[in-house]
T-cell receptor, first 112, second 113 residues
Framework: GNSVTQMEGPVTLSEEAFLTINCTYT??????LFWYVQYPGEGLQLLLK?????DKGSNKGFEATYRKETTSFHLEKGSVQVSDSAVYFC???????????FGKGTKLTVNP | NAGVTQTPKFQVLKTGQSMTLQCAQD?????MSWYRQDPGMGLRLIHY???????DQGEVPNGYNVSRSTTEDFPLRLLSAAPSQTSVYFC????????????FGSGTRLTVV
């Protein structure tokens, strides 16, 4: 079945540091890929998405590129802020299915 | 504000008790889903609905019932709560025309003792 593997956390960075959170997936065909963010005490919010190979999703300074050859969708940000502290989830869906398959989440803490 | 509203935010149940988690959306979304979030497990789909009167099972449906009598509401019922159902529950919705536009509620934290 489909699955998502993302790097174990927690990740702790200083403000303005570079962020990478790795995400790889297992799926047949061409899934759609997502990054969701969950701020403390809140529900999940869609951060960015990519629906086909080589697509780059971007939002709020975050980027991720759909790499079919490496089955990856790594999240990057050039300069993190304290306000980026949250849990980040990589997810996929496929073929019109209503099922979002999530990774286990990576907690990011950014210190001033 | 438009969105997905979940009630209650917190609940403690005793083993064997029943309760209903409420979910309502005011965006006229046809598709609605329930997920549970457990530490180190990510989110897992419990049940979903593609319209009023239509529901289907997700990945972890055992111990949960759903029904969809209106477009707006999608309640999740626990008939006999078990400690294994201690979790944070999220409801989500989307429009059929927006296959990637899932909107999540803020969650219900349930503890079964």
């Amino acid at each position: 079945g489909n699955s998502v593997t993302q790097m174990e956390g927690p990740v702790t960075l200083s403000e303005e540091a570079f962020l990478t959170i790795n995400c790889t997936y297992t799926a047949t065909g061409y899934p759609s890929l997502f990054w969701y963010v969950q701020y403390p005490g809140e529900g999940l919010q869609l951060l960015l998405k990519a629906t086909k190979a080589d697509d780059k999703g971007s939002n709020k300074g975050f980027e991720a590129t759909y790499r079919k050859e490496t089955t990856s969708f790594h999240l990057e940000k050039g300069s993190v802020q304290v306000s980026d502290s949250a849990v980040y989830f990589c997810a996929l869906t496929q073929g019109g299915s209503e099922k979002l398959v999530f990774g286990k989440g990576t907690k990011l803490t950014v210190n001033p | 504000n438009a969105g997905v509203t979940q009630t209650p935010k917190f609940q403690v149940l005793k083993t064997g008790q029943s309760m209903t988690l409420q979910c309502a959306q005011d965006m006229n979304h046809e598709y609605m889903s329930w997920y549970r979030q457990d530490p180190g497990m990510g989110l897992r789909l419990i049940h979903y609905s593609v319209g009023a009167g239509i529901t289907d099972q997700g990945e972890v449906p055992n111990g949960y019932n759903v029904s969809r009598s209106t477009t707006e509401d999608f309640p999740l019922r626990l008939l006999s709560a078990a400690p294994s159902q201690t979790s944070v529950y999220f409801c989500a919705s989307r429009a059929p025309s927006a296959p990637y536009g899932y909107t999540f509620g803020s969650g219900t934290r349930l503890t079964v003792v």
